[in-house]
């Protein structure tokens, strides 16, 4: 039986099909869930400088969405859970967080980018199957 899963999710309604996959996964009742969001480092565009005035919506940071976000998928979640938000490449911050907790396998979705788009733009599913020290289930859109 697996003890630790991962679950990559975005902020996307994507998302619920990958926690639906869970429900799928016959696992032990005590196998904890990480649920991790990443979120993209900020570019030199999204830098924003401390001394400019902002609206209230321009001061709420992405890492509070993402955690209100994970909040309202955890309670679809029959298991143990817990949160890792944490900034920088998917991919790698994925297959980081898996070695950390010591995952058995990551669940991650799949756009579904082909041909020159997924050249592009990359694909963080693949990088994922090919670097993760685990199994990984990838749903597909």
């Not at 669940?107 to 199994?135: E, F, H, N, W, Y």
């Amino acid at each position: 039986m697996l003890k630790n899963v991962l679950v990559a999710v975005d902020s996307s309604e994507f998302a619920w099909r990958v926690i639906e996959a869970l429900s799928h996964l016959h696992l032990a009742p005590n196998c904890l869930v990480v649920l991790a969001h990443i979120v993209p480092p900020p570019t030199s565009e999204d830098f924003v400088e401390a001394d400019v005035p902002h609206t209230q919506q321009e001061g709420v940071p992405m890492a509070v969405e993402a955690e209100s976000w994970l909040d309202t998928l955890s309670v679809e979640i029959d298991y143990p859970t817990a949160q890792e938000i944490v900034t920088g490449d998917a991919a790698e911050e994925i297959v980081r967080l898996a070695g950390i907790h010591r995952c058995e396998l990551i669940l991650i979705g799949s756009r579904g980018l082909k041909g020159l788009t997924r050249i592009i733009q990359g694909s963080v599913s693949s990088q994922v199957v090919a670097d993760a020290p685990c199994s990984v289930y990838v749903v597909r859109s």
